[in-house]
């Protein structure tokens, strides 16, 4: 079992850049494929991206892509999705997720086990 911790989310104009990190607890981070995904006020949660056990793989939604990026750092159990060039439909609250048993679990929800509690960002017209 791994636990997830959001943060780095926040207040932000349109145009700017956040990074958020979730770290991970446990000794087999390794072996989860993770991702993140958002969810706005009044509509579904969302794929945003997602990178696999190596960090060699990595996917993205067409509405984040040449914006974001995931990373991982196996080494500090810890993924990164760095933010640039927000936009105000960016607003949401960011979910990191690991998938046990896979090498990449890509954009369905169903194929992660884990959630972190999620982080808020908002980008501001």
């Known amino acids: 079992q791994v636990q997830l911790v959001e943060s780095g989310g926040g207040l932000v104009q349109a145009g700017g850049s956040l990074r958020l990190s979730c770290a991970a607890s446990?000794?087999?981070?390794?072996?989860?494929?993770l991702g993140w995904f958002r969810q706005a006020p009044g509509k579904e949660r969302e794929f945003v991206a997602a990178?696999?056990?190596?960090?060699?793989?990595?996917g993205y939604a067409d509405s984040v892509k040449g914006r974001f990026t995931i990373s991982r750092d196996n080494a500090k159990n810890t993924l990164y999705l760095q933010m640039n060039s927000l936009k105000p439909e960016d607003t949401a609250v960011y979910y990191c997720?690991?998938?046990?048993?896979?090498?990449?679990?890509?954009?369905?929800?169903?194929?992660?086990?884990?959630w972190g509690q999620g982080t808020q960002v908002t980008v501001s017209s």
């Open positions: 990178v696999s056990l190596s960090g060699g793989s990595t």
């Open positions: 997720a690991a998938g046990q048993g896979r090498y990449y679990s890509g954009s369905y929800a169903s194929n992660y086990d884990y």
């Open positions: 446990g000794r087999t981070f390794v072996s989860y494929a």
